[in-house]
């Protein structure tokens, strides 16, 4: 048993007790389940989503849900999963308006994008980025390391950037995860009015900052 699976302050109502799993079932049983932690997770916060919560609300026992899940946390963060795909999405769409021909205004918009991304998901994105390092972390991770870093790559051939790729990624990373992390720690409340001029902002900071590093 997960020690990190408590119940929940309001215990959900349980579903009906579903029949003996056929062949087949598997797939779509992990399928339920994903989308009632989501459900969870989204009406109640992170400590809502426990193995018995998601069991109760699937109507499923708790070996079950431990049959597609070995933990609380591999559980979190398959749901967390679902949506970084739209990051890839975001920052696509972002670079595609900025145009082929200027890779600096690529990256700045697709920085954009990231910084939208994490405060429209600050759960997943707290949960993923800046919770245990876990597989799901490290993949994250390195996909949005791989994706900005291409970008970089082309302004250095444009000659909009000097220097090392990869070390002008890191501390464009850096930047990007950090204007994120200070907010989604904090109440929404007191998150700048302008969320969308604060992702410009923090963009401009990262790639001017990183076209004014020296090689």
Not at 19 to 45: F, S, T
Request: charged residues 25%; contains cysteine.
């Amino acid at each position: 048993m997960d020690p990190l699976d408590s119940e929940p302050s309001t215990p959900p109502v349980a579903a009906p007790r579903r029949r003996r799993a056929q062949r087949g079932d598997g797939a779509r049983l992990r399928d339920e389940l994903v989308e009632a932690a989501e459900r969870l997770l989204d009406k109640a916060g992170e400590d809502a989503v426990t193995i018995r919560a998601v069991a109760q609300a699937v109507g499923v026992s708790l070996p079950a849900v431990y049959l597609h899940f070995g933990s609380r946390l591999e559980l979190l963060h398959t749901v967390c999963l679902r949506v970084w795909g739209e990051l890839g999405d975001w920052m696509g769409d972002a670079s595609a308006d900025a145009g082929s021909h200027d890779p600096f205004n690529a990256l700045h918009q697709r920085s954009v994008a990231y910084v939208r991304f994490g405060l429209a998901h600050p759960v997943r994105y707290r949960l993923v980025m800046t919770g245990p390092a876990t597989e799901a972390s490290g993949q994250v991770a390195s996909a949005c390391f791989r994706f900005l870093r291409g970008t970089v790559q082309e302004c250095v051939k444009a000659g909009a950037l000097r220097g090392d790729a990869t070390a002008l990624t890191r501390a464009i990373a850096a930047a990007l995860h950090g204007a994120v992390a200070l907010l989604i720690f904090q109440p929404p409340e007191s998150w700048p009015e302008d969320v969308e001029g604060f992702a410009r902002d923090i963009a401009t900071l990262a790639t001017r900052g990183a076209a004014a590093i020296e090689p």
